[in-house]
């Protein structure tokens, strides 16, 4: 196996490979290859818990510790993997890169068979994770695997007594400090409406480290870069790939961009000035919680993201994961309707692998009707180009006067829903706990006043998006995509155009011909809920 590391050096007769610097007295060459069966190698781990400690002192005494016990056991070579400010508590050993790596090195090398850390606080939190995940595999192929502690004497004995009770020690200390920092954490954010202590997200700074207010620094235009490209269409993967080849630095300040690093960044309520607290469902689970589950404090502090671009990210996003593709050569795929079956066209490419022609089509699955996929394109984009040609102009007022509309919308569904909230809740007081059906009435009226609840919830949050976006210039932006020839752009790009423009279109087959009904706002997500909002209202009425 080759072992990739950028120095080597010696210290204390003992031949040592990290991946750390190490700028003075490094060997120009090697004296012996350390890698041949007649040297005896041990495995080093070093591990620190947050990015705090990066510039402390845990890592050289970690290492200096596993360099004298090393050196105390006759070892010839230690291969040190570094595992840098990653928690044992929240990343088990299955999921820590340079504990696999050790692993590999150990299985990869006949006279590796021994691993020394510094004591059991480095290698586990979890009591059994180190055991199930590191020592009874390497015991299956290697039996003469051993461990050692540079805190205790002999070889290290996963089940010593007193090695058992220091592992439950040191996992309890780890629940009993998370629950304590998790407390005053919300202590913070609930009485004094602050951020608790936490690292700055990608292209803010603090102020100065006793002021914890955050202000945009020199990658603030990163972020606003990426949501620019992910509101025309562009993925995760195409807008990492060209972070990586701009020689961007990561979130990280080292390692490579990734389609998650661009996903969170994408997905955080910070860049719109909120203070989003506690909103992934779990540490290992970066899922976001539904609006209303997770505490939030609104224009807390400079927004990177005007609301009009995050609202058209956050459609894509939502359509997307629905496995709508945006990189689809069939611009217009659940767009296009049958006139006559009402049913939404599929698509297929029928192009034979001799063919010079693109055989693509859209067809109604239920009269088996189709077209051409280019036929359908080039009718559509003509009078899309011809459309806004037409009403750009009158577009932006039009625009204004749906979000007054809206507005009131919100207004009257929230006045609504405060009146039944406080019937509903009038109602619980009532109830008669000595009723047989006491409790079971009981939970169904609360889980309709939570639900209430979140629905105006919803509603308040919607009119302020609707107000923020009156105040912004980012309308004039999206307008301007349409103002230039549709014809330009790529097929992602026009897609992603398309579906901030055009509701549905429908093609009659008998006649050959088509209707397109065009949306009258780019915030689609908000018009749909509207629509529904006022279709739900004449439907009561």
Avoid at 224 to 234: A, V
Avoid at 255 to 265: A, E, H, L
Avoid at 269 to 274: K, Q, S
Avoid at 306 to 320: P, S, V
Wanted: glycine residues 4%; positive net charge; charged residues 30%.
């Amino acid at each position: 196996m080759s072992i990739g590391h950028k120095f080597t050096y010696f210290e204390n007769d003992v031949y040592v490979i990290t991946e750390e610097e190490r700028p003075e007295s490094t060997p120009t060459s090697l004296p012996w290859n350390i890698y041949k069966d007649n040297v005896k190698l041990a495995a080093g781990y070093i591990r620190w818990s947050d990015e705090k400690q990066n510039s402390g002192h845990s890592h050289s005494i970690q290492e200096r510790a596993i360099i004298i016990k090393a050196q105390s056991l006759g070892f010839q070579g230690v291969v040190i993997f570094v595992e840098a400010a990653k928690s044992a508590y929240h990343y088990p050993v299955y999921k820590r890169k340079k504990m696999s790596e050790l692993k590999e090195f150990i299985l990869s090398n006949s006279n590796a068979n021994s691993v020394i850390f510094y004591d059991e606080s480095r290698v586990t939190r979890d009591i059994t994770d180190f055991y199930k995940n590191i020592i009874v595999p390497l015991r299956e192929k290697k039996t003469q695997l051993k461990l050692f502690s540079t805190q205790h004497d002999g070889e290290w004995n996963e089940n010593d007594p007193l090695i058992q009770i220091k592992l439950a020690l040191d996992h309890d200390e780890s629940v009993k400090k998370a629950s304590r920092v998790r407390n005053a954490q919300e202590n913070i954010f609930d009485k004094n409406k602050r951020r608790p202590p936490a690292s700055n997200p990608y292209g803010y700074s603090k102020v100065n480290d006793e002021v914890d207010d955050l202000l945009p620094d020199e990658n603030a235009g990163i972020v606003k870069l990426i949501f620019y490209l992910y509101s025309f269409g562009h993925s995760d993967e195409k807008i990492a790939e060209l972070l990586e080849l701009s020689q961007i630095p990561s979130p990280a300040g080292y390692g490579n961009w990734s389609d998650s690093s661009v996903r969170y960044i994408l997905n955080n309520l910070w860049y719109i000035g909120n203070l989003a607290w506690d909103s992934r469902m779990s540490f290992s689970n970066s899922k976001k919680k539904s609006l209303g589950e997770f505490r939030l404090l609104t224009n807390y502090h400079p927004a990177l993201i005007e609301m009009g671009l995050w609202e058209t990210t956050q459609f894509f996003r939502n359509l997307k994961s629905k496995r709508n593709r945006m990189d689809s050569p069939f611009i217009l795929k659940n767009l296009v309707f049958c006139k006559e079956c009402g049913v939404k066209l599929e698509t297929k490419n029928q192009t034979s692998a001799k063919s010079k022609t693109d055989g693509s089509i859209y067809f109604c699955p239920m009269c088996k009707c189709k077209l051409k996929k280019d036929v359908l394109n080039k009718i559509v984009l003509q009078d899309f180009a011809v459309r806004w040609g037409r009403e750009i102009k009158l577009y932006p007022q039009r625009l204004k006067n749906e979000m007054m509309d809206w507005k009131k919308v919100c207004r009257k569904k929230v006045s609504d829903l405060k009146a039944g909230i406080e019937k509903l809740r009038f109602t619980i007081s009532t109830l008669n706990p000595n009723d047989e059906n006491y409790n079971v009435i009981l939970e169904i009226a609360q889980l309709q006043l939570k639900s209430m609840e979140n629905d105006k919830t919803l509603y308040v949050n919607t009119e302020e998006k609707i107000e923020q976006l009156f105040k912004e210039n980012v309308t004039i932006e999206l307008i301007d995509r349409f103002k230039q020839d549709i014809h330009s752009y790529s097929n992602v790009e026009k897609r992603s155009i398309l579906l901030l423009s055009i509701k549905a279109i429908f093609y009659d087959f008998k006649r050959d011909d088509f209707e397109i009904e065009y949306r009258l706002s780019p915030y689609v997500e908000i018009e749909t809920e509207m629509k529904s909002s006022k279709e739900t209202r004449k439907a009561v009425v």
